[in-house]
């Protein structure tokens, strides 16, 4: 029998394509997280006159984006768990 890396890597191989999408995710969740995070923790310390804040919305879209981004991801997720388990459901039986 293969050793156990052999298998999962013959069953999980990605392509080309999967690759460069999953590259695209991590770089865009690697400048989304550092342009929030120099958002949020670094421009509070900045004077406001500096050129550093004309590249930045104001502080209250840290709090309301974010947030409207949860109630869009937990909707989601609520309209998947729905779609599943109305097709998993059994007929009723007619005795």
Not at 32 to 38: K, R
Request: a positive charge; glycine letters at 6%; one cysteine or more.
């Amino acid at each position: 029998m293969p050793p156990l890396h052999q298998v999962l890597n013959f069953c999980f191989q990605a392509t080309g394509v999967d690759q460069a999408v999953g590259m695209s995710l991590v770089v865009f969740s690697l400048v989304l997280f550092t342009y929030y995070s120099v958002w949020v923790i670094v421009l509070p310390f900045v004077d406001s006159g500096h050129v550093l804040h004309q590249y930045f919305l104001p502080r209250e879209y840290s709090v309301i984006l974010p947030g409207i981004a949860a109630v869009i991801l937990l909707l989601c997720i609520g309209a998947f768990t729905a779609v599943i388990m109305w097709k998993s459901r059994k007929p009723k039986k007619v005795d």
